[in-house]
């Protein structure tokens, strides 16, 4: 790595924050942002960012830490430029600035931006902060000379636009690629985002809005007590679509997790994308037709559908040959642009995980997992009461643990599966074909008959060994059965509590408990307006 700048040094793995306001902020005035940034020292900064030579002044006098110097200036193209030339950049160390910040993203390199880096090193000779929103930007910020590299603009240029979320991947691909430090900064609002930054190799970590705004943190918490109060008082509606197999369930859902106007339609058998998402069109279309005939007004449309999804985009980013050509359909742009509202997309285990955080046993417990049988075997994992999608989306792919080595092929392309050993189709297997259904295979067993005992019982075994290890690798509190196989089947539950403590180290020291899903038969459309109500405003 390149060497870092004395004046640097003290940020290493620490915090800066971020003291700027607003025109018109109340907390605007200098002597206001030199309080925050004294404040801030007191709790442990290790730096301050802020704008413009007054701040820089006001600061300088309270506080000995370094300053990052910033100056943001209007353009002719009716944006705001952070340090646009060499003169801004004089005046802030003038003022008492130790480094300068400025926008090397790749409309900040058509305004001159590598250029500045080296006339402020030159000129100046204080270090250089190069605020990007992209690997190449930073590329070509570190080899004109910058510093350190800074993540600002990740998300507010026209390239990184859909960005919404801190990205701690985007982090540690900085880290790879480039020679210099890496300063995480933007969409930063928790401390645990701060400590994932570090993990994933910054330098240092900049947070601004959720320390010195005020006004936006209070917003915050007014909107979440009004969200809630929304969903406690039930006025508002989303409807909630669980794209299935067989069948395709949709409702009406009151935020309370109330349901109306349940309709089911068979789902087009290996139809294909074009046919699935025409189907979801006309699913949808008669959902917010029925909604608004009865006078309701739906906020906004959560859809449940197997496959690996990016919720942030609605895309689905894989799936089996279960769905053909399903992989990589844009499901949120198709059905938002068909029907006008906002529509939200998730993994059907997901969302029944989801759906049990906020109508069901996830409401008590923060670490759960949710695991669905029937066609196949999926599952959710909340951890730490947030639901665990993975770096890429491909997290709780709880049917496809191996648990047979060179065992039966599964429709992932590998062997010996969970879901070949704990879907519907190996139960019927386990009771020698005398049954025509799963189902009947499980109403069997609730009448004592034999075979299907047995055959439940090694159905148990087989759903036991995968459940071991999502219990060793995650220590939940509560296993949350649903899907066709779970429904009815309190025998299942017995035959697991059974088998589980002779599998499981140190079972009693870890008092958990295998359950039966009490949101029913509608539990995946639940589960669909769950994702929607998180969705709408």
């Known amino acids: 790595m390149k060497h870092v700048p004395a ?21 605007g005035e200098p002597d206001s942002m030199a309080r925050f940034a004294r404040t801030a020292a007191l709790g442990g900064a290790a730096g301050i960012r802020t704008n413009g030579p007054d701040d820089i002044a006001a600061i300088r006098q309270a506080v ?57 090193h030159g000129q100046l000779g204080v270090p250089v902060m190069a605020d990007i929103a992209t690997v190449e930007e930073a590329v070509t910020a570190a080899a004109a000379g910058a510093d350190l590299v800074a993540s600002t603009m990740r998300g507010y240029t026209a390239e990184t636009e859909s960005v919404r979320n801190f990205e701690p991947a985007f982090i540690r691909e900085l880290v790879t690629r480039l020679g210099v430090p890496v300063v995480a900064e933007g969409r930063i609002d928790r ?30 918490f007014v909107g979440a007590i009004h ?40 789902t087009p058998p290996g139809g294909g994308r074009d046919a699935l998402l025409k189907h979801l069109k006309r699913v949808a279309f008669h959902a917010v037709e029925v909604a608004r005939g009865s006078g ?42 068909a029907i006008g509202l906002p529509v939200a997309v998730e993994n059907d285990a997901n969302a029944l995980a989801i759906a049990e955080r906020h109508f069901g046993r996830g409401r008590d417990v923060d670490d759960f997992v949710c695991i669905t049988l029937g066609t ?19 997290a709780n792919a709880l049917g496809h643990i191996p648990i047979q080595h060179g065992g039966l092929p599964c429709t992932c392309g590998r062997k010996g599966c969970l879901e070949v050993y704990a879907n519907a189709a190996a139960l019927l297997r386990y009771a020698g074909q005398e049954f025509a259904t799963a189902e009947d295979v499980i109403r069997a067993a609730n009448s004592g008959e034999n075979i299907a005992r047995r055959a439940l019982r090694t159905y148990a075994a087989h759903l036991g060994t995968g459940i071991v290890s999502i219990v060793h690798l995650l220590d939940p509190s509560v296993v949350v059965l649903s899907g066709g196989i779970a429904q009815d089947n309190p025998l299942l539950v017995s035959e697991l ?30 589960g669909a307006a769950a994702i929607a109500i998180e969705k709408s405003p």
């Open 7 to 27: 004046r640097c040094e003290s940020f290493f793995q620490s915090l800066i924050v971020s003291c700027q306001a607003p025109d018109g902020d109340p907390f």
């Open 64 to 120: 000995s830490l370094p300053i990052i110097g910033i100056q943001k200036r209007l353009q002719a193209d009716g944006r705001i430029l952070i340090t646009p030339d060499l003169e801004d950049a004089r005046k802030l160390v003038a003022a008492g600035a130790d480094i300068i910040a400025l926008d090397c993203t790749a409309r900040g390199q058509r305004f001159g931006a590598v250029e500045r880096v080296r006339q402020i």
């Open 191 to 220: 401390p645990e985002q701060a400590a994932e930054a570090i993990r994933a190799g910054a330098f240092a970590v900049i947070v601004g809005t959720a320390i010195t705004r005020p006004g936006v943190i209070t917003s915050r």
């Open 227 to 266: 969200r809630e109060r929304s969903r406690s008082n039930g006025r508002h509606y989303v409807i909630g679509i669980d794209l299935g197999g067989t069948n395709t369930k949709s409702a009406i859902v009151s935020r309370d997790g109330k349901l109306a106007f349940e309709f089911i339609s068979a």
């Open 296 to 337: 309701c007004k739906p906020t906004a449309l959560g859809v449940a559908t197997a496959g690996w999804v990016d919720p942030l985009t609605g895309r689905v980013v894989y799936a089996t040959d279960n769905l053909p050509g399903w992989t990589g359909t844009p499901i949120a742009d198709e059905l938002q642009a």
């Open 376 to 394: 196949g075997v999926g599952g959710g994992c909340y951890i730490a009461g947030r639901l665990n999608r993975g770096a890429h989306f491909f």
């Open 497 to 526: 509590n059974e088998q589980l403590p002779e599998l499981l180290i140190a079972p009693g020291q870890r008092r958990l408990q295998v359950e039966i899903s009490q949101l029913g038969y509608y539990g995946g459309v639940l």
